[in-house]
């Protein structure tokens, strides 16, 4: 289910599939995919390792190292970018809030209010999708000039003196947030509504007959049915949110005390060539994210992570 | 329910949801509108319309350059991201086999992982092994990132496939070559094309696992990067504006088509 979301184009009732047992066909069908994986996601996964433990030649120029064990580099590593790590997620967990907040009651109006409006609810979730055919960077940076200091709303905010002179409204945290919560709307939006899509209003009047109050309905019978959309659209936006750099970066919407573990990595690698630490630093994001998602993927199975 | 949930209902989520979709639209608007602008050096302030940027697309240096090359490791991550994503997909919904579970927590986990780890790991494995980074890394790695989402779109197409259909083919001496061909492959068209057009644009638009592989070769989202520290050219605008038109136009036409078709369905019956 989690990830379906997107692949979801009007499927008609799976057809119970005639299981065959011929393997050797199933194998050759496989294995150039699996392979591919193996190569090209499980063996770089592996050089992180590696490359995460070693230590610097001796006498060496910068970006050469060798082969080591140095458990150090994880403990000087934490130590120093706990706060990025923290920023990371407090950014990413803020962002995911915000997109479902904005993002339920627009799953809510397309999977629901529209469904007697075929052309007009597809014409919305063209709408929620359309962000995804601009640059990501260049509406990214769209952002940036409509946040500017020169723009008419960061004017009227310091004409109604709602920010202070001097304040700006680029190159914050909330700006940063902002960003994030932007761009990943639509992978909020559209796995909420494929699970409101399929919710049979009949359960809804049920509540109200029941003598719930429209708001306890709403928590105690919408929110619960929608609980799988809701799960997928956090995964898809927390994930992607939490290893960013776009926004965060300072010639987008970021500024010098706003940098996340993503910008990190990046200037290690790329920039300082520091490749052990940046290495680390992606094992521990990727496994302070992959504890959550098992968490969900041991509740709901492998057979629906798809 | 009383009157004002009635009320609220019926107007506040109308009201709500257009105002949304203006916000959703805010950068798209902005980025178009500034690809007319007669601008100089920085494309910031408004200094008045032309269609210059439109039809001198190329003067701005590398713009269209690294828009060939996006196209080029698109149309080559798609086809291969394609061809082996269906195949795993009909092997996972038509073959009980050992590892299956594994198999999906494979295409489930690049999808899982933050692209900067997914980044940062292959850029390490081309360093160990000496492979100078390129146009041939940045496709590796985007084939990579766009085989799980072929999965999942073929996947849906594969289930939803009546296995009588090929059986009949067969029953009528269809030999399995021919099957795939006239029978199978036809039917999955659909999902095989949704796919491809997800990897398209997810290729497309990638930046930051390219950041991490292309060395010195420049993708369209390299380039706006890279030109962000020093003003971006308002060209850049324009290739943006025209794929996002392309987009659109093709999306809506799809939709109006299978809604017109759905309609015939319906008067047929």
């Known amino acids: 289910m989690a990830f379906g979301a997107f692949g979801a184009t009007a499927t008609a009732a799976p057809v119970e599939p005639a299981i065959r047992r011929r393997s050797r066909v199933a194998l050759v069908l496989l294995l150039p995919g699996v392979l591919y994986l193996a190569v090209f996601f499980l063996a770089p996964l592996l050089s992180l390792v590696i490359t995460s433990f070693q230590a610097p030649v001796e006498f060496g120029d ?29 950014y990413a967990a803020t962002a995911t809030v915000a997109a479902l907040l904005f993002g339920f009651p627009l799953a809510y109006f397309i999977g629901v209010t529209l469904r007697r409006f075929p052309l007009l609810q597809a014409l919305a979730l063209t709408l929620v999708i359309a962000p995804f055919f601009i640059s990501f960077l260049l509406r990214t940076l769209a952002w940036k000039q409509l946040l500017s200091d020169e723009s008419w709303f960061v004017s009227a905010l310091h004409g109604l003196q709602l920010l202070p002179p001097g304040e700006h409204v680029t190159g914050t945290a909330f700006s940063v947030i902002f960003g994030l919560a932007y761009n990943f709307i639509p992978f909020m939006t559209l796995p909420i509504y494929t699970s409101l899509e399929k919710l049979d209003l009949r359960y809804v009047e049920a509540g109200g007959d029941l003598y719930a109050t429209p708001a306890s309905t709403f928590f105690r019978v919408t929110v619960p049915l929608a609980a799988p959309g809701i799960v997928s659209g956090a995964l898809l936006t927390f994930i992607p949110a939490a290893g960013d750099y776009i926004n965060a970066s300072r010639d987008f919407l970021g500024g010098t005390d706003t940098a996340m573990i993503g910008n990190v990595i990046e200037a290690n690698f790329l920039v300082l060539q520091n490749y052990p630490v940046a290495a680390a630093l992606s094992l521990v994001l990727m496994v302070a994210i992959l504890v959550p998602v098992s968490v969900y993927v041991l509740r709901s199975g492998t057979d629906d992570l798809l | 329910m009383n009157a004002f949930s009635r009320w609220f209902g019926r107007y506040a989520l109308w009201i709500y949801s257009t105002l949304a979709f203006v916000f959703l639209l805010v950068p798209i608007a902005y980025t178009i509108v500034f690809s007319f602008n007669d601008s100089r050096r920085s494309n910031i302030v408004w200094r008045g319309f032309t269609l210059d940027n439109w039809t001198q697309v ?35 919904v038509r073959f009980r086999f050992p590892f299956r579970n594994s198999t999906t927590l494979l295409l489930f986990l690049p999808m899982a992982t933050p692209e900067v780890v997914l980044g940062a790991g292959l850029a390490a494995e081309f360093l160990t092994a000496g492979v100078q980074k390129g146009v041939v890394t940045v496709i590796l790695a985007h084939t990579m990132f766009c085989i799980s989402f072929v999965v999942v779109t073929v996947r849906a197409r594969v289930a939803s496939l009546d296995p009588a259909l090929e059986e009949a083919g067969r029953d009528l001496y269809a030999s399995p070559g021919q099957v795939f061909a006239r029978i199978t492959f036809p039917l999955l068209l659909p999902g095989i094309v949704a796919a491809a057009l997800l990897s398209f644009a997810l290729s497309f638009d990638d930046f930051i696992i390219t950041n991490f592989n292309s060395g010195s070769f420049v993708t369209f989202p390299k380039y706006v990067y890279t030109a962000a520290a020093r003003g971006i050219p308002a060209e850049a605008n324009v290739i943006a504006s025209a794929v996002f038109v392309i987009a659109i136009v093709f999306v809506v036409s799809t939709q109006l088509s299978s809604a017109a078709r759905r309609k015939r369905a319906a008067k047929n019956q």
């Open chain 2, 58 to 92: 190329c003067n701005s240096q590398g713009v269209c350059e690294a828009f060939a090359n996006s196209l080029v490791v698109g149309v080559v991550a798609t086809v291969l991201a394609t061809a082996l994503g269906t195949m795993i997909a009909i092997a996972l």
């Open chain 1, 62 to 90: 910068i970006g050469q190292y060798q082969t080591a064990f140095r458990w150090e580099n994880y403990t000087s590593v934490i130590a120093t970018y706990a706060p990025h790590l923290l920023r990371s997620f407090a």
